[in-house]
């Protein structure tokens, strides 16, 4: 089993919360994640073809990052995600990433294992499918922000 | 003890209107404390294991596919044990009227449904339209939880044989009426999982050779209520070319859409013989040296093995 040390500090604190409940908590603690996702603001809600879809969700889900120009040399990175809410399971996933990785560096980002979403739990409530749909999302999020840094360097 | 059945003129047409309920039948059955004495249970089942926490029908409870029906370690649902201690944990007694609804044209509703039925469960019914047309005629939903009296459910043993097949019982049905309910895309082989849905290991794409495709929302109305029995007919005696008596298998991709479509054939059209084929694409696919058609022909039996 994987540790939570090789993770950012917010998205630790998340596995760290999941793994001390019981499933029921956990899904429950989701759902909560689903309820907080952040609405897209109006310049990318006016054009969604700026938006990516993760077509391996069940669901649709849309994301897309942007790295900010000004701070620090690393540059923030920020993370948009649309999805229904009539996807809660898919929702909850993109509020875990956008509440641990919004606004960390490229770095911090890429050193997230693709295997994380096995970490919180859910693997016997949640389909394997819908588990690779997690994963391919962290994996989508991580190929983009890769570009995007190399791109810049 | 069953509750009275609705009657309107769409449901009498079908060959056994009893197994559906209307969404302002529901309602009125609710109001009517129906639910709160226990004589009436709803329960929803979703594809999305959070939905029903979102907002449900006031009084239901979930029954989740994955977690509750399907046991953990072998492929197989859950036996008569772990059925029984699920439906008395939910209020449901051996008599109790169930009515089940869900997302997606109750497509996972009708596969709960199809569970409950290899336990022979007597009187249970889909609400018409399920979910979505509940919501979108703007009726009562509740982020509250029931908290049901125990049940009192035996347990009984599951007779599978009526309405489910296995691999083996396919191959010797080959010659008879196949319908095969996934998309264009997956029937003619070009894709072995859904559109938009993630690839899933099957390694051969294709349909059952002599198989029709009818894909299981052609059953539904666009407000996800049944088709009419006209057009269902249109649809299974036209297009698929099924006779009156044929004893026919459906499936899908692991036998939740062909559930929808067996619900059809066997409750609305009145095909006294329907097997659900649950083991489906994800095990045909993957099966040794089982006859595959790929394209959009239907494909004939016998079929030369091996070339």
Redesign the interface.
Same mark, same amino acid.
């Given at each position: 089993m994987m540790t939570t040390q090789a993770l950012p500090s917010a998205l630790a604190a998340i596995v760290d919360d999941f793994q001390a409940l019981t499933e029921p908590e956990r %899904?429950?603690l %989701? +759902?909560e994640f689903?309820q907080g996702l952040p609405e897209l603001p109006e310049r990318l809600k006016d054009h969604p073809e700026l938006l990516e879809q993760v077509?391996?969700?069940?669901? #649709?889900l849309f994301l897309t990052i942007e790295t900010e120009k000004a701070g620090s040399p690393a540059g923030a990175v920020r993370l948009f995600f649309k999805a229904p #809410?009539?996807? #809660?399971?898919?929702r909850?996933f993109a509020g875990v990433l956008h509440e641990g990785l919004d606004g960390l560096s490229a770095e911090e980002i890429l050193s997230v294992p693709d295997d994380m979403p096995e970490l919180l739990g859910l693997t016997?409530?949640?389909?394997p +499918?819908?588990m690779?749909?997690m994963t391919?999302m962290l994996g989508r999020i991580k190929r983009k922000v890769a570009a995007s840094s190399a791109v810049r360097s | 003890m069953s509750y009275p059945v609705e009657q309107n003129e769409k449901f009498a047409a079908y060959a056994h209107p009893e197994r559906l309920v209307f969404t302002g039948w529901l309602a009125a059955a609710i109001d009517n404390g129906a639910v709160a004495s226990g004589q009436l249970v709803v329960v929803e089942s979703d594809?999305?294991?959070?939905?029903y926490?979102?907002g449900h029908i006031p009084g239901a409870v979930k029954i989740d596919w994955?977690?509750d029906l399907n046991d953990?370690v072998t492929r197989d649902y859950v036996d008569g044990a772990a059925f029984a201690e699920l439906a008395a944990s939910k209020g449901i007694s051996r008599d109790s009227t169930v009515v089940i609804y869900g997302?997606k044209s109750n497509w996972w509703a009708a596969y709960a449904l199809w569970v409950f039925t290899l336990f022979g469960h007597q009187d249970v019914r889909l609400l018409d339209g399920g979910r979505d047309k509940w919501i979108a005629e703007g009726r009562d939903l509740t982020t509250e939880k029931p908290a049901p009296a125990r049940g009192d459910y035996p347990v009984v043993e599951r007779d599978d044989a009526p309405i489910r097949a296995f691999k083996d019982d396919v191959l010797a049905h080959l010659g008879k009426p196949l319908i095969d309910v996934r998309s264009p895309e997956e029937y003619t082989g070009q894709r072995t999982h859904m559109p938009?849905?993630?690839e899933?290991g099957a390694l051969r794409g294709g349909h059952i050779p002599t198989a029709a495709s009818i894909p299981w929302a052609r059953a539904a109305a666009p407000d996800g209520t049944y088709r009419s029995r006209e057009e269902l007919e249109a649809l299974y005696l036209g297009e698929a070319g099924l006779s009156e008596g044929d004893d026919v298998v459906a499936y899908c991709r692991i036998g939740e859409r062909s559930s929808h479509t067996w619900f059809a054939l066997k409750y609305l059209l009145g095909f006294d013989s329907v097997r659900n084929y649950d083991g489906s694409w994800t095990e045909w696919g993957n099966a040794v040296r089982v006859p595959i058609a790929k394209g959009a022909e239907r494909g004939s039996f016998p079929v030369a093995l091996g070339v």
């Open positions: %899904l429950q %989701l +759902l689903s077509v391996e969700c069940q669901s #649709p #809410p009539e996807a #809660p399971t898919t909850g016997r409530a949640i389909t +499918l819908r690779r749909g391919a | 594809e999305d294991v959070l939905l926490e979102t994955h977690t953990e997302d938009a849905y993630p899933e």
